[in-house]
């Protein structure tokens, strides 16, 4: 199931790391691409269709450029709340300020970044929120250490070398249920513990199981001049990336594929059935490895066969652990991401959901709109039907129900064909 999340970003440092006596601004405001690297932050979350609240920490003196990074977010989603808090001496306490600023605000999980990250992906966030879903008590972005690591007292010294399996270098965003990491910050604070530097070191000390997703090493922290000078690299060399991502018009997408899909979930005890990303009050729920969302499973199913790309329990197994529970998002999240990476885009969907109750009619519009979101194309390209089988077969005994789907994308026309 779904859960509410907020972005935390924490920029109130000041960057002694990077400092320039020409110019004072703190490093999370210098440019990269012509814009400040918080402006490219932001829109890394801006654009996530499950981030709804972005809460940036921010230094008193900074409100100014912090105004100024938001006017250069190229981001066009409006529906976003965009919230500011003023942060602390470390970088825990601004974590802190954050956190307590968040308080009213209800949501779920809080995903804790570093404004000095701006290159944090889509995939990466996927990644956190789909174990916070499947219920994790917190997530921790990390790569694992490609170096050969040595230990030395100083230099001069013997040194020793360091087995690196199974060691990894910790990034962000970091991810909690939101009440959790509160507490646990309350916690460290009662304590008088102020040295943290990380959010998934504070959760541990405060007995916090925190799980590991797979991050990205393009996804890496400014600190000094070479990581910027790198950042303007990155930017120049990737202009298909998350942020600057350009997508070409339908009109010239003239390879056009339909790919269909279908799938069943019988019912089981419970009190919701989920459908399309849509929780439907009913007497039962359905039964499955994930959250089965009989809706997303057949979207899902079309797209990859669209593009003749295996279909969902290939690229899912159902015998991984990995996603028991989880949000059906996810994998269409990874559907239209390959669709994007051909170059391609959604044109359309059709859904059929066949069963004789709950009644969908009263949650057409929102899973239409929902599915839409989840897509990232207009509701107005998304159809959900429904009917009943006239009691025969056993969507007809009130056994289940199945989904039809249908997924037309479009893409390139290849030069040869
Ligand atoms: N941060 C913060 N409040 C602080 C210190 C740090 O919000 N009192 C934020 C920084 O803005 C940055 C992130 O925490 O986005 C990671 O910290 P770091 O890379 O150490 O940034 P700075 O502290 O700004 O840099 P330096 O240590 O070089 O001074
Ligand atoms: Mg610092």
């Not at 790309?309 to 290939?314: H, V």
Request: one cysteine or more; a negative charge.
């Amino acid at each position: 199931m779904n859960k509410t999340a907020a972005a935390l970003i924490v920029a109130a440092g000041r960057g002694t790391r990077l400092s320039d006596p020409g110019n004072r601004q703190p490093k999370q405001y210098k440019l990269i691409a012509g814009r400040p690297v918080l402006s490219h932050t932001l829109d890394a979350f801006l654009n996530h269709p499950r981030i709804s609240k972005i809460m940036t920490v921010i230094h008193p003196d900074d409100t100014a450029l912090y105004g100024a990074a938001v006017t250069a977010a190229e981001c066009t989603v409006k529906d976003k709340e965009l919230l500011t808090a003023f942060g602390g001496d470390t970088r825990q306490q601004s974590v802190l300020a954050g956190l307590k600023a968040l308080e009213d605000a209800g949501c779920e999980c809080v995903l804790i970044h570093d404004a000095a990250r701006p290159f944090v992906s889509e995939t990466v966030i996927n990644g956190l929120l789909l174990q916070l879903d499947a219920g994790a008590e917190g997530v921790l972005a990390a790569v694992p250490v490609v170096d050969t690591l040595k230990h030395c007292e100083e230099p001069g010294q013997p040194l020793r070398t360091i087995d690196r399996s199974g060691l990894w270098a910790a990034q962000t965003p970091q991810a909690f249920p939101f009440k959790l990491i509160l507490d646990a910050h309350l916690s460290a604070a009662e304590a008088r513990r102020s040295d943290f530097t990380d959010d998934t070191g504070l959760a541990e000390w405060a007995g916090v199981s925190v799980k590991l997703s797979e991050g990205d090493p393009g996804n890496f922290k400014i600190t000094t001049w070479q990581d910027l000078s790198r950042a303007e690299t990155q930017v120049k060399q990737a202009p298909m990336n998350q942020q600057n991502r350009t997508r070409p018009p339908l009109s010239e997408l003239l390879d056009v594929r339909t790919g269909i899909g279908y799938d069943v979930h019988a019912f089981e005890a419970g009190d919701a059935v989920i459908l399309g990303g849509v929780a439907i009050p009913h007497g039962r729920k359905l039964k499955g490895h994930s959250d089965a969302d009989v809706v997303l499973h057949a979207i899902t199913d079309a797209t990859l066969g669209a593009i003749g790309d295996g279909d969902i329990g290939s690229h899912f197994p159902p015998s991984d652990p990995k996603w028991k529970g989880a949000s059906s998002d996810m994998f269409q999240f990874d559907a239209v991401e390959r669709v994007t990476k051909l170059g391609g885009r959604l044109a359309h969907i059709d859904v059929t959901i066949i069963c004789e109750e709950p009644k969908i009619g009263p949650h057409r519009d929102a899973i239409r709109q929902n599915v839409a979101q989840i897509c990232d194309i207009p509701a107005s390209r998304v159809s959900v039907k429904a009917t009943t089988s006239e009691r025969l077969g056993f969507t007809g005994r009130k056994e289940g129900i199945a989904t039809l789907a249908s997924v037309t994308i479009r893409l390139p026309l290849s030069e040869n064909e």
